[in-house]
């Protein structure tokens, strides 16, 4: 059984961080209501939705992937690297405590889970404004006891390695060759994003099923010539808040 944690998106969501992308106005009843239909699909994927409730004061408190990895052994909770984030772990912690024990990354590191891409046994990593080597080094520390090896990679020109590369499947990379570089990836195959959606290689593995936006037709078409499952959300709004579709849960097995 997968459970997938959530949280409703906070009323603040319009003071996000931004890092790349300009500030739009967010349509926060949209949001809510897109919030939602994701978690349907989560559910329509076979994962038990466990909705924590909004964090007001906490703008990017719905961006939970990024204040925890959760691995089968044991959950890292993260140190982000925006002060703006940091009050996000607790509430996090306690919704985790439940299901793993819990290790943390401590002063001087930050790292965030956009940046950690687990495929089998391998945890890449990117080395980012949000992810340092102090947080890269305890997460090397705190994993490697359960047999995990640990790939930092460089990345530029987007907020998170998973902006720029995820897992569609099987041996496939869902990848933005100008933000990664597809060398530390050995052995795997790639599908490359459009040209024309340089945002489109985020997408969220569940199963045998890929939850992908609404908005990368052209991507969405490469995945099909592929023969992937592809389930698709309309995210426009958190897409305003530098989000996407990985960033929205934390999926684990109970
Ligand atoms: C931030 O800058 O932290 C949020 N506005 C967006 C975080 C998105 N997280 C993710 O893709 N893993």
New binding site residues.
């Given amino acids: 059984m997968l459970t997938a944690l959530t949280r409703k998106v906070s009323p603040n969501l319009g003071q996000?961080?931004?890092?790349h992308i300009p500030r739009q106005e967010i349509d926060l009843d949209l949001a809510r209501v897109q919030h939602e239909d994701y978690e349907h699909a989560l559910t329509e994927s076979g994962c038990q939705v466990v909705r924590l409730p909004e964090e007001i004061y906490m703008?990017?408190s719905v961006?939970v992937?990024?204040v925890a990895i959760v691995l089968d052994e044991v959950a890292i909770i993260t140190r982000?690297g925006?002060e703006s984030?940091r009050e996000e772990v607790k509430s996090i912690s306690d919704a985790l405590r439940k299901y793993r024990a819990l290790s943390a990354i401590n002063p001087p590191g930050t790292l965030?889970?956009?940046d950690v891409l687990k495929i089998g046994m391998t945890l890449y990593v990117g080395v980012t404004e949000?992810t340092n080597e102090s947080g890269i080094r305890q997460f090397v520390d705190l994993v490697k006891p359960y047999g995990y090896e640990v790939e930092p990679v460089e990345v530029n020109g987007c907020?998170?390695l998973?902006?720029a590369v995820t897992h569609a499947g099987g041996d496939t990379l869902l990848i933005n060759r100008s933000w990664v570089d597809a060398k530390p990836f050995q052995g795997k195959d790639f599908i490359a994003v459009h040209p024309d959606e340089p945002y489109a290689a985020?997408a969220l593995l569940v199963g045998n099923e890929l939850i992908y936006p609404a908005n990368f037709p052209k991507t969405h078409s490469r995945l099909l010539d592929h023969n992937y499952t592809v389930k698709v959300v309309d995210v426009s709004e958190l897409q305003k808040?530098?989000?996407?579709v990985?960033?929205c849960s934390l999926i684990f097995r109970q």
């Fill in positions: 996000c961080e931004l890092t703008p990017d961006f992937e990024d982000p925006v984030r965030e889970g956009g949000r907020l998170h998973k902006s985020n808040a530098e989000g996407a990985t960033c």
